[in-house]
């Protein structure tokens, strides 16, 4: 009966849990100074049901750095994979 408690405190957590999904995107203004504060009222205006609404941000000025949320890997994209064989034609 000691643990009797932690099945419904579970119960209450997890779903609480699910409900913490955040946007990964980063968010700027082009030639444009801003602040935080106004970064933070016009994100929290845009937002509806956990969600940011791109076309509200957009319309406010802002441009989403990383457009679909995934982490840099700090790969350079015009590098050349040299895992790959070479192509060797014949003459």
Known sequence: MRWSWSLPALLLVLPALGGCVTD??????????????????????????????????KSRGWVAVNPGGKAETGKDP?????????YRGTR
Do not use: Q
Not at 27 to 41: D, G, P, Q
Not at 78 to 86: F, I, K, M, Q
């Open 78 to 86: 015009h590098a050349r994979d040299l895992s790959a064989p070479a």
């Open 24 to 57: 990964e995107r980063e968010w700027m203004k082009l030639n444009e100074r801003y602040t935080v504060a106004e970064f933070h009222r016009d994100r929290e205006a845009c937002t509806t049901k956990g969600k940011i609404d791109d076309t509200c941000m």
